[in-house]
C-alpha cells in the first residue's frame, strides 16, 4: 500500500517515531520527516529538534520543523496542554499534506498506546465509539506499528542498534495517560500477561459491533431526517418514538455536537415547541413534531445590515444573490420574486434580519401586522424566525424576504416603473 506513495513521518524523536522512520528507511520508501518543537520543555526540546534535523542528514530525506507556542495556544482556546498540542500538530501535518501533496501521514502510535486510550475514554465516560481503538488508518493518516507492542518495539531498537531521544515527561505522573501507563496497565499485565492479545480481540469485537449500529442508524436517519440545509437538520419525533430506546438514538446522533445532558435532550421529545437544548456549538429545538438541530449563531454577527442604492443591480447576501431590474410588466411569480413601484422606495434600502416591533402590511391585506405574529401564524421555527430577512425603505417593510410582500409598495395601474427583485 505504501511502497509507491509519497509519505510524511510524524516524528518526536523518540523510540517509537525513530524506529518507525529506520523501518521506511529499510523498505526504500518515498518519506519526509514531519518534527514539532512545542517548546514545552525548554533547551531539551532543541535538542529533540536537532536530533532529528541530524537524522534526516543522515537519511538523506526532506524535514520540515514546526515551532509552536504551545501555552499560549492551549490559554486562548481553553485546551489542555495535550490537547492543543495534538490540534497544533495534525492541523500543521495535514497543511503540509494538501501544500506538498503527501499521500499519507504516518505517526507511530503502538497496541500500548491503544490501551492507554481507551482506558482514558473509559475512566472519562463515553459510548461505542471511544471504545474502539486508534484507527489503523483514519482519512490519510496511517498507523503501521499498531499491532505491535512498546516492549516489541524497544527490542527492535536494541537489536538494530538504534538511538533515540527519552522525554523525561513521560515518566512524571502529572498526565492521566501517564499514570495508567505506569501504574494501572502493569496491574493489569500482571493479572493476564496477555493482555495486549487479549485487548486486540475485544477491539475486534467491539469494531464489528460498531458497524451494525452504523448501518442500524444508517437506516434510522434516512427514516428521520427530512430536510437538511445551511439553516440545520430537522429530524421526525415520530420516529424516535417508534424505537424502543430513543436515548441511545438520541446518543448516537448527537453526540459529537457537544452535548452532555442527555435527560434534558431525551426530555424535548415530549416538550412543548420551542424548547430547546444547547451545547457549547449547538442547540437542538423542539418544533412541533419535529427536531431541528442547528449550530449556535453569533449573534453579534446577527446585527448585520447591507444597504442598496439605486444604481445598484446585484447585491450579495448571506442567502444568495438579490438582484433588481426594471421591468415592463408582471410575469412570473413566487416566494423568490417580488413587483414593486420604485417611485415608492426611499434609498438606499436596507436589508436586515426583522427585530421586535416591526410591523409591515401584507400584501392584499388592509391592516398591519406585526411580523412576529405573522411569523408565529407561518407556524415557523425558532430557526426560520431567526433567519427571517425583511427588505425596507426608510425602515418601512417592503417585504419579508422570501414569505410575503407589503402591500403599501405594490405595482398598481398608474405605476410607472415596476421594479423586479430576485433573490
Known sequence: MLNDRKLLIAISGGIDSVVLAHLCQNLNLNFSLAHCNFNLRA??????????????????????????????????????????ARELRYDWFKELAEQLNFDYILTAHHADDNLETFLINFTRGTGLNGLTGIPMINDNVVRPLLPFSRIQIEAFAKAHQITWR??????????????????????????????????????????????????????????AIISEDDLGITYKISEFKAVKNPKAYLFE?????????????????????GKLVKSNSHRLIKHREFLILTELKDFEESETSLLMSKNDNEVETPFGNMC?????????????????????????????????????????????????????????????????????????????????????????????VILKVII
Open 253 to 273: 446522533l448527537f453526540k459529537n455536537y457537544g452535548f452532555t445532558e442527555w435527560n434534558d435532550v431525551v426530555d424535548l421529545l415530549d416538550a412543548q415547541s
Open 166 to 223: 527519552e522525554d523525561a515527561s513521560n515518566a512524571s505522573r502529572k498526565y492521566l495517560r501517564n499514570k495508567l501507563r505506569h501504574e494501572i496497565v502493569p496491574i493489569l499485565k500482571e493479572i493476564n500477561p496477555q493482555l495486549l492479545d487479549s485487548f486486540q480481540n475485544t477491539l475486534s469485537h467491539l469494531n464489528d459491533t460498531q458497524l451494525i449500529v452504523e448501518e442500524r442508524l444508517l437506516d434510522f436517519k434516512k427514516r
Open 43 to 84: 533547551e531539551e526540546s532543541d535538542k529533540d529538534e536537532a536530533f532529528v534535523m541530524e537524522m534526516a542528514e543522515d537519511f538523506d530525506v526532506e524535514v520540515f520543523v514546526q515551532n509552536f507556542d504551545t501555552e499560549t495556544y492551549a490559554t486562548e482556546h481553553k485546551r489542555s496542554i495535550q490537547m492543543a
Open 324 to 416: 433588481f431590474k426594471e421591468v415592463e410588466t408582471i410575469s412570473e411569480t413566487s416566494k423568490h420574486i417580488i413587483y414593486v413601484d420604485k417611485d415608492l422606495l426611499k434609498f438606499p434600502l436596507e436589508l436586515r434580519l426583522w427585530k421586535e416591533g416591526d410591523t409591515f402590511q401584507p400584501l392584499g391585506m388592509s391592516g398591519k401586522k406585526k411580523i412576529s405574529k405573522y411569523l408565529k401564524d407561518e407556524k415557523a421555527s425558532l430557526v426560520k424566525k431567526e433567519n427571517t430577512w425583511v427588505l425596507t425603505s426608510e425602515d418601512k417593510v417592503i417585504w419579508v424576504v422570501g414569505k410575503r410582500a407589503d402591500e403599501r409598495f405594490k405595482v398598481k395601474t398608474n405605476t410607472k
